[in-house]
């Protein structure tokens, strides 16, 4: 075998690797923590909705609609707005039409330390083999209003 082709053969199993480690897990807790990866951290609505089937992807359709004029701005620098985030899995509960419903607790600090709480709802579904998010809301904790 010749060294150019041993060395393709070689690069395609490493990218294959890495593409596939990196992927999230097609599962109801990989979904869930990708789609808030996604949709919090990353403030990226389009990725989230490629998670996402039914009511979820209206929400976030809707949502990229009203953002659209803000996001077209000339100069406009999210990163340095952007607040720090964190969220941590309170329970799970397993529905019995096969979906899985996953709650959240928010923290968001802002760049001036005030720093605010918020509950996240999001369901999972399982659609043709593929685990998707079909509905999220945020509430805001009674002990904050």
Known sequence: MNLLKLLSI??????????????????????SEEFLFRYLIELNQQGAQELCTGLATMKLQKEIESLRSVRMQPDLELSSAKPFIDYKLKSQQQ?????????????????????????????????????LVNNFDTFIPEREK
């Open 10 to 31: 070689f690069l395609f199993a490493l990218l294959s690797t890495v593409f596939f480690a990196c992927g999230y897990k097609n599962t109801p807790e990989g979904v």
């Open 95 to 131: 529905r019995p039409d096969n979906s899985v419903t996953f709650f959240y607790d928010v923290t968001i600090e802002s760049k001036g330390g005030y720093e605010s709480q918020r509950q996240f709802v999001l369901s999972t579904i399982a659609v043709n083999g593929k685990w």
